[in-house]
């Protein structure tokens, strides 16, 4: 490697896979084998999990401060949900693509025209967004069910052979691992490659990234599709998996609780997604039932301790306390 | 003559609902052109002021004008404690921690007040006198809404005079149109928010108590008509009392005249008209150009 720049071999060094990296994936397939009774709760992890690692890429990379992702996983699902119920499309891999395509064209479509504003503005337009699809999902309730959503919807089995079994959702894990897998190889990737660095630019500072002739507006707006394809295609995997999709997969409850999870688990870090989705899952999971007020109390204050003292969350803490400089990013 | 009437009926009931909306958001307008600063926890602070009003008038059997004056004291201390303990620590910080920062505190509100006065609505009984209705000449309309436009109307004079006409509101206009000018000009700005973020955080109780009638008050209220609140805010541009006023009043109008007409897809006509809004003119319809 002599020649090389030293700017280029600092690059390569950090992009190279590390061994610790193999543990989600590992730890992901020993709970198939360990838990099988608890898979449907470790789908929707995973599932969580592409979603946030989809928010990580907008927010977390290219600093795009947004209250209204849920507007793709929603246009996702609903992709999946529509085609299925009325029996245009049921076989799962290509109408999975297809929610990625819905969604992004609807990436494509609303960056390009919010991602000219900042701050204020940019949050109320992606909230209003999202507000706008999830009123007429449910108005057009001859197509999407209305308020009741639409289940039971049939779906064909995986490859022509591995049924989608609600009872026993062994293809359902299996599935979204594989997915989530793929696509996080993509992104991560995506976010070494010099598109990903010059996202990181734009994140730190705008202005000088035009200074150096970076085409800014374009980036955003392609950073912005690739996220919206991808949080499509993690809705398009939750409305197959489950065999349904509702307004909640539209509404700001889901919006919000992405944000807290990547928050909690620590944005603009390729494993913060993981990280926040298995804490926030777990804790929802066991104490949102038992104690559903002391729940958001607690969560509420944990959000208020995430914002004044930990402005990384659990990984940017691990990070601060460990000995390493910074861990994943 | 009939259609006379019902364009009255709808202007009246329309202009009603502005006015809470308008009492509510004022605060929140002030705030975030002053500091920039992403406030989703207002709506939660009329929440309180809300449920302050209807506990002081069921437990202590106080009136409803005073039981209001508690409540705006009440939320206006309150929030002057989070704003020094709390706010002030992020107003550098990134927009994201300050999302953040204040999502929590809603839910915190919202499970603190689940916790003491349970899930269900809390009745905000009116005083006899306000209620029924009142011979306006050309229709009879109820009693309530003229009050409110009446009061509404008042408060926005009060506050237009008070930022036009007083040294403080001179302050929070420099302050908002160039916020180092003004410091490097002797402003304090630091108690200057204090003071405009306690009192816009009463006016947004008093907006709670005064529209629970129409609104509701239940813990998800915070939630579920921030929205509207922001909607408000950014259509009438940040930091300005008279765009807040006009389009408070503008969207209490025609929300009240599509749930009316269309209340199908009412919501969906508010979102689409705030987003093409904003695109076309971002700092809002009566904001200064950034």
């Keep these: ?329 | 003559m009939i259609l006379g009437v019902d364009v009255a009926s709808l202007l009246l009931g329309g202009v009603a609902a502005g006015m809470v909306l308008f009492i509510v958001s004022v605060g929140l307008s002030i705030t975030m052109g002053l500091m920039g600063f992403v406030n989703l926890a207002h709506g939660g602070f009329a929440m309180l002021g809300g449920y302050a009003v209807a506990h002081a008038m069921k437990a202590w059997g106080l009136g409803f004008v005073p039981a209001l004056a508690f409540g705006f004291l009440l939320t206006a201390a309150a929030s002057a404690v989070l704003e020094r303990l709390l706010y002030a620590r992020l107003y550098r910080a990134a927009e994201l921690d300050q999302v953040l920062f204040t999502i929590g505190l809603v839910f915190v509100m919202i499970a603190a007040l689940t916790m003491r006065f349970g899930p269900e609505n809390q009745p905000l009984p009116l005083p006899s006198a306000l209620q029924g209705q009142i011979d306006l000449g050309i229709t009879r309309y109820r009693t309530y809404s003229i009050v409110l436009i009446a009061v509404g109307a008042a408060i926005a004079l009060g506050l237009w005079l008070g930022v036009e006409r007083t040294r403080m509101g001179a302050q929070i206009r420099a302050a908002v149109d160039n916020r180092r000018m003004a410091e490097s000009l002797g402003i304090d700005i630091d108690r200057l928010f204090t003071l405009t973020f306690a009192f816009g955080s009463g006016m947004a109780a008093l907006g709670g108590g005064l529209g629970a009638e129409f609104l509701g008050l239940d813990p998800q209220y915070a939630l579920k008509y921030l929205v509207y609140f922001l909607i408000v805010v950014a259509v009438g541009g940040l930091g300005r009392v008279t765009g807040v006023f006009f389009a408070a009043l503008l969207i209490g109008v025609l929300d009240f005249a599509l749930k009316k007409y269309l209340p199908q897809g009412g919501t969906l006509f508010i979102y689409a008209l705030t987003i093409l809004l904003l695109l076309w003119r971002p700092q809002g319809l009566f904001g200064a150009k950034a």
């Design chain 1, 1 to 329: 490697m002599t020649g090389a720049h030293p700017a280029a071999l600092a690059l390569a060094r950090r992009h190279r896979l590390r061994p610790g990296e193999a543990l989600p994936w590992l730890l992901a397939l020993g709970w198939f084998f360990a838990f099988p009774r608890h898979l449907g709760f470790g789908t929707e992890v995973l599932i969580t999990i592409l979603f946030a690692v989809s928010l990580d890429l907008a927010l977390g990379y290219a600093g795009i401060v947004t209250l209204g992702h849920a507007a793709f996983f929603g246009a996702g699902a609903y992709t999946v949900g529509m085609l299925a119920k009325h029996g245009i499309w049921h076989e799962p891999l290509t109408g999975l693509a297809l929610a990625g395509a819905v969604a992004a064209a609807v990436g494509f479509g609303s960056g390009l025209v919010l991602l000219r504003t900042r701050g204020l503005t940019l949050l109320m337009l992606t909230l209003c967004t999202m507000a706008l699809l999830e009123e007429a999902a449910n108005l057009a309730h001859a197509w999407t069910g209305g308020f009741d959503g639409l289940d039971s919807l049939p779906i064909a089995p995986l490859l022509g052979r591995f049924e989608f079994n609600p009872l026993i959702p062994r293809t359902q894990y299996l599935y979204a691992l594989a997915v989530l897998f793929l696509c996080f190889a993509f992104v991560r990737t995506l976010v070494y490659s010099p598109f990903g660095q010059s996202l990181t630019g734009i994140r730190e500072n705008a202005p000088r990234m035009h200074a150096v002739g970076a085409p800014v507006p374009r980036r955003l707006v392609v950073c912005y599709t690739l996220s919206a394809a991808i949080a499509g295609i993690a809705g398009g995997i939750w409305a197959q998996a489950n065999a349904y999709v509702n307004l909640g997969t539209l509404g700001l409850d889901r919006a919000a609780t992405v944000l807290i999870i990547l928050a909690l688990g620590g944005h603009g870090r390729l494993y913060g997604p993981f990280v926040g989705a298995v804490a926030y899952m777990a804790l929802a999971h066991y104490l949102s039932k038992i104690y559903p007020t002391a729940w958001q109390l607690g969560l509420g204050l944990l959000l208020v301790v995430i914002a004044l003292f930990a402005k990384n969350g659990i990984l940017g803490i691990a990070a601060a306390l460990g000995p390493r400089r910074r861990a994943g990013a």
